[in-house]
Structures are given as C-alpha cells and as structure tokens.
T-cell receptor, first 112, second 113 residues
Framework: AQSVTQLDSQVPVFEEAPVELRCNYS??????LFWYVQYPNQGLQLLLK??????LVKGINGFEAEFNKSQTSFHLRKPSVHISDTAEYFC??????????FGTGTRLLVSP | ETGVTQTPRHLVMGMTNKKSLKCEQH?????MYWYKQSAKKPLELMFV???????ENNSVPSRFSPECPNSSHLFLHLHTLQPEDSALYLC????????????FGPGTRLTVL
C-alpha cells in the first residue's frame, strides 16, 4: 500500500528566505510523485510532478523538487519565497492504476 | 485554471434538505473524481468514474449519490446529510482513471446545519 508523510503541519518563514517542505512516501513499486498547492478558498493546483527521468523537477512559481529513491523522499524547495506563496501544500503519490494518495498537507506561512 | 468548474461554490443546507453539487470539465478527459476535504485530514477519495462508469466507491454512505451522465459532467446528490459531512468537496478529472495527473476544480464548501 502507498502512503505519504508530511511531517511538518506548518512552516513559518520570512519573505525572501529559502524554504523546504518535506515529503516522504512509502510504496513497493515505482511511483509517480506530485506536489499540489491550495490557496485559501480554492481547489488544488498542480505545482510539479515526477514521472521518470531527471530526479530534479522544476515547477511553476519558482518551485522545484528532488526525487530521492534511496531516501523515499520528494522534498519541495524554493530559494526565495514571496508573501503570495502562503498556502497549503500537498504531496501525493500514485503507483499507476491506483488511486492518488495525499499527505495531510503543510501550511506555508510567509511573513514580511 | 478553468479546466474544471464546480457549482455552487458555497452551500448551506439543513439535514433534511436535498441538494446537488455539479462539476464540469472542459479538458476532454475520460475520468472524473469526487474528493472530500475535511480540516486536519488527508483528502478522501469518494468516487471515481471512468467513461461514465463508476469504478470506485470508497465506502461512502448512501446519503451521497454520484451521477455521471457523460464524460464532461459529474454530480453529487446529497440527502439527509449530517453535520459531520460539512467539508470542502473537490472534483477532479484526468485523461484516464488513475493516470498520472489529476486536475482539480475550486471546490464546493458545504455546511450542514
């Protein structure tokens, strides 16, 4: 069975500082990995995804994530955050022909 | 992103009411999903439709009744709900069932009094 762990429920950070949101997964087969962002009162928007190939994936809004198979991780990073990045971020895993499994989310709080 | 739309965006209903949530996708996808998002809990997959046939029903109470008349539209009919059913209901679509990327609508915020 697949599972996703987002250890940090909330990450406070100052504007223009770097940030890393952690995601670890568990799966016995090859995986597809995703990061979604949810702004207040909105649905989920795809930030980036890893299907295969290069382990460093670049997404929208300056975010990137690195797939690390040995550590079963897919951490999300941004070198310099903006106030507008304040949102809930969800990591998700899919092992193909199975349902997408989400983590519990990490709330990123960017302050001036 | 207007590929998946949902109406209404907000809904308040009593426990004896009957209402319906609507989802429409303009992406030409073959699969559609209903999720429930409650505070402090992971997203819960409720139903999956592939080519208008239900392929998954995750032990959802019968007071939730999905309908998929065609590959572009998905409904969630609600009746005799409970206060604990209050949540954000999200619709999503993907090219095929369980294919790599799901695209989400903005959700319907449901409050059951």
């Amino acid at each position: 069975a697949q599972s996703v762990t987002q250890l940090d429920s909330q990450v406070p950070v100052f504007e223009e500082a770097p940030v890393e949101l952690r995601c670890n997964y568990s799966s016995s087969v090859s995986v597809y990995l995703f990061w979604y962002v949810q702004y207040p009162n909105q649905g989920l928007q795809l930030l980036l995804k890893y299907l295969s190939g290069s382990t460093l994936v670049k997404g929208i809004n300056g975010f990137e994530a690195e797939f690390n198979k040995s550590q079963t991780s897919f951490h999300l990073r941004k070198p310099s955050v903006h106030i507008s990045d304040t949102a809930e971020y969800f990591c998700a895993v899919n092992s193909g022909f199975q349902k997408l499994v989400f983590g519990t989310g990490t709330r990123l709080l960017v302050s001036p | 992103e207007t590929g998946v739309t949902q109406t209404p965006r907000h809904l308040v209903m009593g426990m004896t009411n009957k209402k319906s949530l609507k989802c429409e996708q303009h992406l030409g996808h073959n699969a559609m999903y209903w999720y429930k998002q409650s505070a402090k809990k992971p997203l819960e997959l409720m139903f999956v439709y592939s080519l208008e046939e239900r392929v998954e029903n995750n032990s959802v109470p019968s007071r939730f009744s999905p309908e998929c008349p065609n590959s572009s539209h998905l409904f969630l009919h609600l009746h005799t709900l409970q206060p604990e059913d209050s949540a954000l209901y999200l619709c999503a679509s993907s090219q095929d069932a369980y294919s790599d990327t799901q695209y989400f609508g903005p959700g319907t915020r449901l409050t059951v009094l």
